[in-house]
Nanobody, 131 residues
């Protein structure tokens, strides 16, 4: 099993920045963190969970939801078993619980936006953006 733990959420003013981190531990079938595609999702009150960003095993490929493109940056440090989400120019509509997710990549670099594609999830961290 892979355990994921998010951190870095909080209450900020619109226009501010936050950096979310996700620490991974454990493994499946002896795989390492670099064997997993990683993603960030978010769920606002009363709404379904939605895709935010994804990054390939090596970090060479990334993909973003249109709503965050140009403002958010996903990155990973395989040596530290961690993935981050740098969020700039935050807006009130970014308010949500943010979740880190992992999918064993089977050696590929395909990125996934569907939450059903991910096998492991963190508990989430709250981000609140005040207007």
């Amino acid at each position: 099993q892979v355990q994921l733990a998010e951190s870095g959420g909080g209450l900020v003013q619109a226009g501010s920045s936050l950096r979310l981190s996700c620490a991974a531990s454990g493994s499946t079938s002896g795989s390492t963190f670099s064997g997993y595609t990683m993603g960030w999702f978010r769920q606002a009150p009363g709404k379904e969970r939605e895709f935010v960003a994804a990054i390939s095993r090596s970090g060479g490929n990334t993909y973003y939801a249109d709503s965050v493109k140009g403002r958010f940056t996903i990155s990973r440090d395989n040596a530290k078993n961690a993935v981050s989400l740098q969020m700039n120019n935050l807006k009130p509509e970014d308010t949500a619980v943010y979740y880190c997710a992992a999918r064993f990549a089977w050696g590929g670099s395909r990125l996934y936006t569907d939450e059903s594609a991910y096998n492991f999830w963190g508990q989430g961290t709250q981000v609140t953006v005040a207007s």
